[in-house]
């Protein structure tokens, strides 16, 4: 079955770093792009990071663009979020999909447990 399991997170100061990992199984991962996403308490979830099958494209909303960057290793089946410059409002647990496989008649987004980001001093 699908999986994705993240990893990576803690707690780090204002202006620090955070690589995140993201460990898939249960699908061809060469053959999807990748997205990581973060849900901060009493917010919604949100995108962060978006990647293609074959890594050479990639996006990001601009509260974490220049400062996030999204990466892949199809050979390991992971994807990556190496975050730097953090700020407080980074603080969220983060997970990672894969945005074109969903199942069920809603069309429901696989999702892990996720790893939680707290920045604070």
């Known amino acids: 079955q699908v999986q994705f399991v993240e990893s990576g997170g803690g707690l780090v100061q204002p202006g620090g770093s955070l690589t995140l990992s993201c460990a898939a199984s249960?699908?061809?991962?060469?053959?999807?792009?990748m997205s990581w996403y973060r849900e901060a308490p009493g917010k919604e979830r949100e995108l962060v990071a978006f990647?293609?099958?074959?890594?050479?494209?990639?996006s990001y909303p601009g509260s974490v663009k220049g400062r996030f960057t999204i990466s892949r290793d199809n050979t390991k089946n992971t994807v990556y979020l190496q975050m730097n410059s953090l700020k407080p409002e980074d603080t969220a647990q983060y997970y990672c999909?894969?945005?074109?496989?969903?199942?069920?008649?809603?069309?429901?987004?696989?999702w892990g447990q996720g790893t939680q980001v707290t920045v604070s001093s």
């Open positions: 999909t894969a945005p074109d496989l969903k199942y069920g008649s809603s069309y429901s987004y696989y």
């Open positions: 990647i293609t099958r074959d890594g050479t494209g990639s």
């Open positions: 249960g699908f061809t991962f060469s053959g999807y792009a």
